[in-house]
Every structure is written in C-alpha cells, then in structure tokens.
C-alpha cells in the first residue's frame, strides 16, 4: 500500500523485466535520468539492461515495482566487495512521484540486506535531488553526510531504531487511512448491476444512494441499458468516466471477478462487493474470492468485502448510503464496523432507534482485504469520529490488530464485542480463545462487552458524553429501592461511590450518604439543585441519576433539569434512568445545541457502562505516562540472522511447508537466546556416564541430569531428570537407574549446574503460521500440572509484560514487584524475538529465579517452522 491508498505489486527483478525497464526508462523526464545517472541517457544500451536486470539476489539485489503490469519504479543495493556496506539506488517514475514508493522500496532494501549481513548503506546523490534527500531523512535512521566533488554522500547503519521502527508503523498507517478514504469519502460512486427492479440488490443500492442525496455523481451500470431510478444505465463499466473513485458491485458471483478486472481498466479506486457466493459458500467460493483480490491487487483497488451490507457515512459534505439498509442513522460520533450482512442490518436499524449519532458505518462481510485494522488507521485520523463500536464475528489477535487497536486506544474509545462471548453463548470451544480475547484487551484497552446490547449502550453514552475522568461517582434519585441496586451495581463496577459531605442542597446539609436518597417526596426543585451543588462539588466523575415520578407519569422538567446539569457541566459525564414513564432512551434539548443524556431502563445497565469508561480512562492515563523501554533492535536483528543461517543449513533451498518444524539443539539454542540477552544456567550435551562425569566436573557440583526425553513437571529418574547430583559416584548411580527406566530415550543426555532455592517459571511462547502470537507465563517444575497460566499476545511492550507477569500466578509467589523485573524482562525478551523472527515458533522455556534475585534458563525447547503466511516483508528466494 502507498501513500496515496492504492496498492503496487513488489517484487525482484529478473531478467524477463528487460523490456519492461526499456519502457520505464524511455518514459522519464531529461532531468530524473540525470539524477539517477548524473549524466544523459536517454537510451539503455544492451549492456545496462544485462547488467540491471542479471542480479544474484544476495551482493547484488534489486526489486522493481508493479502497476497495470509496467514497471513503475526499481531500487537496487550493491554490496562492496569484502564489506559489510552496500550502495542503494532508487528510480521512480516521473508520473508517480510523491505516492511514498521510494520510502517503502528502502524498507524492502533493508530488509534483504540485513538477512544478508549488510550493516550499512551509502547513496550518492545530486545536491538538488531533495526528494531522494527526504526519503533517508524521514526513514528514522541516524544519517551522515559529506558534500565533495559536487555531490552529497550520505550513509547511515541499517540496524532498526526506535525512530526507523517507527517510522514504518507511521507509514503503513498512513497508507491503511488513505485507502479507507477512497472508499468512505467517495466523490463518485457507480453501481455495477443496478437493476431496474426494486427488491434487486443493485437497485436499492442505487435508489438508497439518490435517496441518501449523495453529494456526488452516481452511475448505474446494467447490460440492458434500461433506465433505474429514472435515470439511464450505462451499458458496461467500459462507460464509466475515468475519475470515478468507488464502485459497489452487486452481479452475480460469476461475473465478479470481469466487473473487477473493468473497473480496474477504468481506475477505479475501490470496490465494495455486496454479491455473496464467495468463501462462505465453500471452497469453489474461497477461490473465487482469491481470484477477485489478486486481480484487485494488481489494478491498485482496495476491496470491502464480499458478502457485505455496504457502507454508510453521514459527513453532510458525503451523505453516502450505498448500502442495502432500510434507514439511515442520524449524524454523530460513533463510527460502527460490523462483519456479518443481516445483523449490519440490524445494528444500523437499532442504532437508528436509539437516536445513537452515527459518523460511519461499515458491514465488512468476508474481509478479504479491507480489515478492521485498516479502518482502526482512519478512525484514528477521523475528526468527525469520537468513537468507535466493533463487532467482529472471528478473533482478531493477529500483530497487525493489535498494534491498530492499541494505537486507537490512545486516541478515542474502542468497544468491542468479545469473541469469547459469542462462541460461549453457541456452545463452541473457547479455550485459548477466550484467554487471548482477554489479553488481547488487556495489552491494546479496548472496551470489551458481552453482548450487542451492551455494545449500543456503550456507544450511546460515548455519543453524547465525555469519558468519566476516573472512578468517582454519586446517584441521586427517590427510590430507595432503585438507588440500592443502583449503589451494589457501582461497587461491582469499580467505581467509587464517594461521600458527599459539605454539599449544600436547597439550603440545607446532604447526608453525605452516597447515593443521596432524596425520598419521593423530592420536588423538581430540590432534584435540580442536589444534581448542580454535586456537580459543582469538584468531587464526582460520573452523576447516576434514578427518578421515579410520584404520578408515574413523564415531568418535562426533570428532563430539563438534568440536560441543565449536563450542559452546564460538560466534564461530568451524566446518565439516567427514569421509572414509570414513557420516556425515549435519549434525552435532548429542543434546540440540539448542547449534548444529550442517555436513559436507561435499569440503573445496573447504565452503572456497567461507566465502570467500562472508567476502566478505560484508568488504562488510558497508565499508557500515556509509561513510556517502556522497548526491545534491543539490534538484538533481535543479531536473531535473526542467525535464524536464516540456522535454515539455510539445516533445510536449504526447499524451505518448511506450513506445520512443519525444525527442533534447534542445545548449542543453537543457547546461541538464540544469548543474542536477545537470556542466559541458559550452564550445561553439557553428553552421550554417557563418563562424558557426564567430566562435563559435571567442568560445571561444577551438584548438577542436574536430564534424559533426551524428559517429563519437566516431575523429578525422578523414571520422568528423566533428577536434581541435586553430589558427585561422580551419585552421578553413576543416577544414569544407571534412568537407562533401566527410559532406555535408549536417554541419550543425548544433558548435565547442567543445580540452581538451589529457586523458584520454577514456566514461559511458553507460540507463534501460528498466520502471525497470532501468544505467551504464557505461569509456575513451573512439579507446579506446571495444573496448567494454571496467564497469557498475553504479540506485540508485548515491556509494560504489557510487567502486567501480564503481576496477573499470573508467578506474582502469588513474588510478591513484591521488584522480584518480579527479571521475570518481566525474561518474558519481554522472548516476546519480541517470536516477533522479530517472522516465522512460527514454539518457544517451552523453565527459567529460575535464584536468591540474587536472578534470571537463568534451567529448560528450554526452541521449534522453528515455515515462515508467517501474513507478513509483510518475505524473505526472497
């Protein structure tokens, strides 16, 4: 993706690309060849083109880039000959300036380069090639400079950054909002397969986008020709004018992928396929689907999508509804994702009934290519969007999630509805499922709730109030009874229900009892004034209001005296819940001017709602004052390379198919962690009693003695390990009494320093071929049987680690948090190496915590398999 939204293909360059690079090169401008050549080419010789195209893809790598099948732009590095330096390149076309290529061609160089044991890159440059000048300066690299002979060198260490880390995130970032536009603020919209029937799907599509009085131009397409919506349909795609940004797709699954293939001729910028048959119908369907995005891919289109209800925007200046959805949302805040086509219905309906202010609203169907991260990206930049509600069928914990998430977070509330909840409800395994869910809120803050209904309440708060600004709340009302479910539902929220001593009402002390009862007696008057002196207390977040009207019938002006309160007070964040009326689920001013409070029909609905806000806001605070130290880039890039050298050498050219695994041995091992800063306790592979006399005399006594196949939650001879060995003739004793237990499951054995004292750990880390990465963190030795663990996902900062340990049992047995920092560096450590290593991983570790207090590996189990099906950068071939 660029920066502009659209997508390129990448890829090296091989010698078929000959007349391609002719045509590219013959394209540029005077002035781009002499900055690429520093002097006049107007032609490529044979020779230039043997030489560019004929690279071994290891001292010499170059990688072109792809659009409408013609080159568009080639980088190169050259490496020095008996150095670890190289010389980068880059020539982009003249007509594609300024779309972020060269900046993501220098990601890619960068890449290659350091799995092939390159540190460094110089370039040469002209000194009025600002352009290729900016694109080192902004990659977050520490850059050095020299101005001789009338040209500027520059070089800089490839080794990641914090600021070159970074800066990638920003970029892709970037690029994930910039192609969520091209869909969400189309200027021109056309409906391929707009029938003139109403009830077919293009149709309403059609007829819902003039109904809407989309701001924009919006062209029906069908065969016949005939008129829809009063209007003339234009016969084929091939009609359509060339700056047409979106096109919703409604023929059958057949023709998709012809509509597509159009609409890319025509450079349309995305798509928003409504047709089904796809790979919910099967596998004939998921190939279908896969056809439709490589085609997509190869034309630059974002796809929403299949199987989806379409999108909706209610920015005045878009007013978009090109969707099959009966009613349109009022304007608002909230921008709302939902996955599944009939309950997208559903939600936007309901979301309509509430009067629930809607900013966007996105049913994603299948997901083939536009992803919840890439909308979380928008969102994030999104002025008009204050929230965001997600309802996501499947379980979103892959890398690229859970940075999005974590990123919105920090920006505006995300609520979603927890996974593990709805398999709970059907009956399904949930298992890990749940305990990632769980993590996956814990490390990224977003707002987890069980149900939809819990979703909507959530949201309709966030529509018309502020977050609660911490836990302190009070509840007024006059019943007693509604305002002691309201007290028990606050304690069981977390919140604090904070005395309200030394507040005035209508002349006379409060009890300073919260909630503040005041009997149904109250008048309006003395309701209005006990809810202005708490708010003008200073001493509450969050104001519960709980009436019940004397006559059961609706008083106007309680309405209006709690909007008073609201308005006036616009950092206190109000809610009510109102008894025996027929009252709207949100109370509004007759002017709109100032912001509405939602009612509830129960006050433990509306308490439940604000215990979430200000968990949130506890999160919120917590991660915008921790700045975690993150993990050793250089490190993990040392892993790395190590990792490729350990593959080429062990598995060669023909690589891992998916599942497969490569078990690394102990000195690889200790080789792996050492580079990322984890210390193995000493030990020795030995193939008999008497080898293993002399490693323990190398060690030193007592040691360890650990069969080939051990059981690590029991210590016996029988389960293959045995602990506190004293010397030669217990050594002797010991073999002997495993060989007779295990037999020939004893060799290659291990001997290995006791640690007395300790205490076991157990880390266990897992990295899926699809990218999902967990670990989890819990007892380890004999402990290890009742399974007892907490988990966390990848990416994991050191924070994120600090409170994935204080959760787990570890911190039953380490109490104080200092005892815990070498666990918690341990655990981050083998985090961010499942993450640097891009490829699965199954990482079974038992470290021990010695008296010091310090951190050694007694156990460890390192699989490597293929690698990630979902990363970004591959390894090239």
Known sequence: MLSDGQTVQVRPITADDAEGLRRFHARQSPESIYFRYFSPRPVLSERDIEHFTNVDHDSRVAFVVISEEEIIAVARYEKYTGTNVAEVAFFVDDAHHGRGIATLLLEYLVAAARERGITRFTATTLPNNTKMLSVFSGAGYDITSNFDSGVIEVGFDIRPT???????????????AASVRSLLMPRSIAVIGAGRNRGSIGAEVYLNL???????????????????????????????????DLAVIATPAAEVLSDVEKCGRKGVKALVIVSAGFSESGLEGAQREAEVLEMARTHGMRILGPNCLGILNTDPSVSMDASLSSVMPPAGSVAVLSETGTLAAAMVEHAARLGMGVSTFVAAGNRLDVSASDLLSYWIEDDRTGSVLLSLTGQDSVPRFVRAARSASLAKPIVALNPSSVMRRHRKSIGDVERRAKAMFRQTGVISVGSLSQLFDVGRVLAEQPVPAGPRVAVVGNSDGALMLAAAACRGAGLDLVPLTGIETSGKTANSENPLNLTYQATVQELAESMQAIARSGKVDSLVVVYTPPTLEADPTVNEAILKVSAEHP??????????????SLLRSPNGESAGVPVFAFPEDAVQVLGRLAAYKNWLVSAEHDQPAEADHVAMDGARELLVSIMDERVGETGLSSGEFVDLDADLQNELLDRVGIAMAERRVVADVEEAVRAADEIGWPVVLKAAVRDRTTRSAASGVTLDIADADHLRMVWGHMVGAIGDRMVPAVVQRFLPNGIDIAVSVVREPTGVGTISVGLGGPARIAGDSEMGVIPLSLADASSLVAASPVAKVLTDPLDRVPVVGLVHALASLAESLDVALEIDADPVITASPQILVADVDIRVGAALDDFTVRRID
Do not use: H
């Open 210 to 244: 003039l109904n809407g009085d989309f701001k924009g131009p919006v062209y029906p397409v069908n065969r016949s020709g005939l008129t829809v919506g009063g209007e003339p349909a234009l016969v084929s795609t091939d009609e359509l004018p060339d700056d047409t």
């Open 162 to 176: 914090d600021a070159s880390v970074a800066a990638m995130a920003r970029r892709e970032r970037r690029a994930q």
């Open 571 to 584: 950092e206190l964040t109000v809610v009510a819940t109102m008894f025996g009326t027929a009252t709207s």
